[in-house]
């Protein structure tokens, strides 16, 4: 690699940092914040941070030395080994080891002394250059893989993009197939991040973190933090009523991240091809471009909206494909339906992912005891005691019918019915709402599509840490400096929690709130109204309410997708029981919408598995059933559509059709080289007429 000189070399010779290259100002990253570090493959790589396939499998997450001073090196490893795990099943027989994982099939080898499993190669590190900041420090951490056997003569890029609300890292395991094959890895964040502000008086002193994970306060770290809130009057003032509360950059940098998931996805490519082009001294000549390098964007969940995003985006010609699994991507409304089986036809006319947290925020607790809504360790569980206790406030309020706890579920449940929510998803209405998925999601996603500020404090919820008694408290300090690598960027998360500041015994943790409207401790219905009224409008009665309301419209509308992806090749994986992001409302309506926007140019193939889910990471673990494991694994797919897309791109080769595909779930069995083939048939380049997915005449037909 061209260098100017060494900065420092760790003692075992194995990481080596490199004097930071010219930054010129028509690059795509911003100056002072780029790192460049050579991975030898002896004691660190670029996909697993020197943890290996045994580090990855193991749940004991790597620690530090010094709990109180965590290094950038220590805080990367523990950042990779959280987000890896959180895509795929980590459980040995799960997969990792025979279908993805370091030292997998398909994975590279070197020369000794690289250990067997790590990838050698250079990580570029920097903030992405870009206007949207106000009024706070938002800045967008982005990162840069180059493998050591990357070959020049044919080069390739993979923007992974990262899942949930996670930053960069959120998509290591996505890149692995790019690691594996030989690609450039491109790892842009989108604005959501791990990046926190602690705003009470007692964290100052490690209240933000900066590119690497490392915290220290507003003043010392400036504009060099990963987000910061600016100070005014009147956070200072909620602020003395409301101590130690804690910004969190998805919900609070006011910029509603969303709608720039496409750009921020562009600029990591472009980060991409600027650090190739460095690292092969060729930097101002742009040996590599669009032009001569392949492009394929990635991602899962938020990571394949991202993705779908960036390609609509696209006006330069920087992706040459996309392969996504299970992504949100709220389409616009469209003139098409959706005809499952023998169903009646389903229109999904636009609803967003938003109005989708608050209906199940307000309905699943008490739908979670409707017949057939189990089938998980979770489930077993519960359901939970308070949503009988939602239940009753639901049938006091109006919105269910019924006068027994059964028909009041049956009602709650009919109201996830008509939204979209299929019985292939009755499954999970007990376990994430034992999870509390939707009740976390709507705080942070309301906050970010209103564009408030932390001091707005949107239905009286709030994040902190808190106390014994569930009373805000807060962050420890050796908590707040693992936030980087521990969070997901949603809480709760990482020792940040969810706060009912407006519960009759408030402000204390959610799950803990008498709501003050029923006097019962039925999981802060007054919270899940007032979420849900910021959606449909209903019971507001003030004219700040009425323009709160109106905010969140507007963002949610701001993040409406054309489904217009410039005839460019791609593909969609999603799992019909996916009681997360619902198939009605995301993949199927936005395939739908592709089909009518771009007709016989469309190259877009959707691939629905019937038994995969929204979260493989829960596949072996959380997931695991009475009859053993119930689900069989989208990653698995992923990998089959990347090498599919490759061979499309470099070849020629044909992209399979539209498609539904019947995997059995591996029950108490382990996948073996063996069984793979049965158990998860592959996608078909001619699938049965029974298993084809067709679009005509505006009816999108999905095959039961």
Same mark, same amino acid.
């Given at each position: 690699?061209?260098?100017?000189?060494?900065?420092?070399?760790?003692?075992?010779?194995?990481?080596?940092?490199?004097?930071?290259?010219?930054?010129?100002?028509?690059?795509?990253?911003?100056?002072?914040?780029?790192?460049?570090?050579?991975?030898?493959?002896?004691?660190?790589?670029?996909?697993?941070?020197?943890?290996?396939?045994?580090?990855?499998?193991?749940?004991?997450?790597?620690?530090?030395?010094?709990?109180?001073?965590?290094?950038?090196?220590?805080?990367?490893?523990?950042?990779?080994?959280?987000?890896?795990?959180?895509?795929?099943?980590?459980?040995?027989?799960?997969?990792?080891?025979?279908?993805?994982?370091?030292?997998?099939?398909?994975?590279?080898?070197?020369?000794?002394?690289?250990?067997?499993?790590?990838?050698?190669?250079?990580?570029?590190?920097?903030?992405?250059?870009?206007?949207?900041?106000?009024?706070?420090?938002?800045?967008?951490?982005?990162?840069?893989?180059?493998?050591?056997?990357?070959?020049?003569?044919?080069?390739?890029?993979?923007?992974?993009?990262?899942?949930?609300?996670?930053?960069?890292?959120?998509?290591?395991?996505?890149?692995?197939?790019?690691?594996?094959?030989?690609?450039?890895?491109?790892?842009?964040?989108?604005?959501?991040?791990?990046?926190?502000?602690?705003?009470?008086?007692?964290?100052?002193?490690?209240?933000?973190?900066?590119?690497? @994970?490392?915290?220290?306060?507003?003043?010392?770290? @400036?504009?060099?933090?990963?987000?910061?809130?600016?100070?005014?009057?009147?956070?200072?003032?909620?602020?003395?009523?409301?101590?130690?509360?804690?910004?969190?950059?998805?919900?609070?940098?006011?910029?509603?991240?969303?709608?720039?998931?496409?750009?921020?996805?562009?600029?990591?490519?472009?980060?991409?091809?600027?650090?190739?082009?460095?690292?092969?001294?060729?930097?101002?000549?742009?040996?590599?471009?669009?032009?001569?390098?392949?492009?394929?964007?990635?991602?899962?969940?938020?990571?394949?909206?991202?993705?779908?995003?960036?390609?609509?985006?696209?006006?330069?010609?920087?992706?040459?494909?996309?392969?996504?699994?299970?992504?949100?991507?709220?389409?616009?409304?469209?003139?098409?339906?959706?005809?499952?089986?023998?169903?009646?036809?389903?229109?999904?006319?636009?609803?967003?992912?938003?109005?989708?947290?608050?209906?199940?925020?307000?309905?699943?607790?008490?739908?979670?005891?409707?017949?057939?809504?189990?089938?998980?360790?979770?489930?077993?569980?519960?359901?939970?005691?308070?949503?009988?206790?939602?239940?009753?406030?639901?049938?006091?309020?109006?919105?269910?019918?019924?006068?027994?706890?059964?028909?009041?579920?049956?009602?709650?449940?009919?109201?996830?019915?008509?939204?979209?929510?299929?019985?292939?998803?009755?499954?999970?209405?007990?376990?994430?709402?034992?999870?509390?998925?939707?009740?976390?999601?709507?705080?942070?996603?309301?906050?970010?599509?209103?564009?408030?500020?932390?001091?707005?404090?949107?239905?009286?919820?709030?994040?902190?840490?808190?106390?014994?008694?569930?009373?805000?408290?807060?962050?420890?300090?050796?908590?707040?400096?693992?936030?980087?690598?521990?969070?997901?960027?949603?809480?709760?998360?990482?020792?940040?929690?969810?706060?009912?500041?407006?519960?009759?015994?408030?402000?204390?943790?959610?799950?803990?709130?008498?709501?003050?409207?029923?006097?019962?401790?039925?999981?802060?219905?007054?919270?899940?109204?007032?979420?849900?009224?910021?959606?449909?409008?209903?019971?507001?009665?003030?004219?700040?309410?009425?323009?709160?309301?109106?905010?969140?419209?507007?963002?949610?509308?701001?993040?409406?997708?054309?489904?217009?992806?410039?005839?460019?090749?791609?593909?969609?994986?999603?799992?019909?029981?996916?009681?997360?992001?619902?198939?009605?409302?995301?993949?199927?309506?936005?395939?739908?919408?592709?089909?009518?926007?771009?007709?016989?140019?469309?190259?877009?193939?959707?691939?629905?598995?019937?038994?995969?889910?929204?979260?493989?990471?829960?596949?072996?673990?959380?997931?695991?059933?009475?009859?053993?494991?119930?689900?069989?694994?989208?990653?698995?797919?992923?990998?089959?559509?990347?090498?599919?897309?490759?061979?499309?791109?470099?070849?020629?080769?044909?992209?399979?059709?539209?498609?539904?595909?019947?995997?059995?779930?591996?029950?108490?069995?382990?996948?073996?080289?063996?069984?793979?083939?049965?158990?998860?048939?592959?996608?078909?380049?001619?699938?049965?007429?029974?298993?084809?997915?067709?679009?005509?005449?505006?009816?999108?037909?999905?095959?039961?």
């Amino acid at each position: 690699m061209k260098t100017t000189g060494w900065l420092a070399v760790c003692a075992s010779f194995s990481i080596a940092a490199f004097a930071t290259p010219v930054v010129a100002d028509d690059s795509p990253i911003e100056r002072g914040s780029l790192k460049v570090t050579e991975y030898d493959g002896i004691t660190d790589d670029l996909l697993s941070a020197g943890l290996n396939q045994a580090g990855l499998v193991s749940a004991v997450q790597p620690g530090f030395v010094d709990p109180l001073n965590p290094t950038p090196a220590e805080l990367r490893r523990r950042a990779i080994h959280g987000n890896y795990r959180g895509i795929v099943d980590p459980v040995p027989g799960g997969g990792i080891g025979l279908l993805w994982g370091p030292g997998s099939p398909g994975s590279p080898s070197f020369a000794a002394p690289v250990v067997p499993g790590l990838i050698p190669g250079v990580e570029y590190q920097a903030y992405l250059r870009h206007a949207q900041r106000h009024p706070h420090v938002n800045n967008i951490p982005a990162a840069v893989q180059i493998p050591r056997h990357f070959d020049p003569a044919k080069p390739c890029i993979v923007a992974a993009m990262p899942s949930g609300s996670r930053s960069l890292w959120g998509g290591i395991a996505i890149a692995e197939w790019a690691l594996f094959k030989g690609c450039a890895v491109a790892l842009p964040g989108k604005g959501t991040d791990t990046g926190f502000d602690l705003l009470g008086g007692a964290m100052g002193a490690y209240a933000v973190d900066d590119r690497d @994970g490392v915290t220290g306060s507003a003043d010392a770290l @400036g504009d060099n933090a990963q987000f910061a809130v600016r100070p005014s009057r009147r956070l200072a003032a909620y602020l003395a009523e409301n101590p130690d509360r804690i910004a969190v950059k998805h919900a609070h940098s006011q910029v509603n991240p969303e709608r720039l998931w496409g750009e921020f996805g562009l600029q990591g490519i472009e980060f991409a091809f600027w650090a190739l082009n460095d690292h092969y001294g060729s930097r101002g000549k742009k040996r590599f471009d669009r032009k001569n390098t392949l492009v394929i964007a990635a991602g899962a969940s938020n990571g394949g909206g991202m993705a779908l995003r960036a390609l609509e985006d696209d006006h330069k010609g920087l992706i040459d494909g996309v392969v996504v699994t299970e992504p949100n991507i709220g389409p616009q409304e469209g003139r098409f339906t959706i005809k499952f089986g023998n169903d009646a036809p389903f229109d999904p006319a636009g609803t967003t992912i938003y109005d989708s947290m608050t209906l199940m925020s307000l309905y699943a607790a008490c739908a979670a005891h409707a017949a057939g809504a189990n089938g998980t360790v979770l489930a077993f569980l519960g359901p939970q005691a308070a949503g009988a206790e939602r239940c009753k406030s639901l049938k006091e309020k109006g919105l269910v019918s019924g006068d027994v706890l059964a028909d009041q579920a049956n009602s709650a449940r009919e109201k996830l019915r008509a939204h979209g929510y299929a019985t292939a998803q009755d499954w999970g209405i007990a376990s994430h709402d034992t999870l509390g998925l939707w009740r976390a999601l709507q705080v942070t996603y309301a906050n970010a599509y209103g564009r408030f500020a932390v001091e707005d404090n949107l239905c009286g919820m709030s994040f902190a840490a808190i106390d014994a008694l569930g009373r805000p408290a807060p962050l420890a300090e050796a908590a707040a400096k693992r936030l980087f690598a521990d969070s997901s960027g949603v809480p709760p998360s990482a020792g940040v929690q969810v706060i009912a500041g407006r519960a009759a015994n408030g402000p204390i943790l959610e799950g803990l709130a008498v709501s003050r409207s029923t006097g019962r401790t039925d999981l802060n219905i007054d919270g899940a109204l007032c979420f849900r009224s910021l959606q449909d409008g209903d019971g507001l009665d003030s004219a700040e309410d009425f323009f709160k309301h109106a905010r969140v419209r507007f963002g949610t509308r701001e993040v409406g997708t054309t489904g217009k992806l410039h005839g460019k090749p791609a593909i969609i994986i999603h799992g019909r029981r996916d009681a997360l992001v619902f198939p009605n409302l995301h993949s199927r309506a936005y395939y739908a919408l592709n089909q009518v926007e771009e007709r016989r140019k469309s190259q877009l193939s959707y691939v629905e598995v019937t038994t995969g889910q929204h979260f493989d990471a829960f596949i072996s673990s959380l997931f695991f059933g009475a009859t053993g494991v119930q689900f069989a694994p989208l990653h698995y797919y992923f990998v089959q559509a990347m090498d599919s897309m490759y061979a499309h791109l470099t070849g020629g080769g044909t992209l399979p059709p539209s498609q539904v595909v019947r995997p059995t779930p591996r029950g108490v069995q382990l996948y073996t080289p063996a069984n793979v083939a049965t158990l998860l048939p592959p996608m078909r380049q001619s699938p049965a007429a029974a298993d084809r997915i067709s679009f005509e005449d505006g009816v999108l037909s999905i095959p039961e």
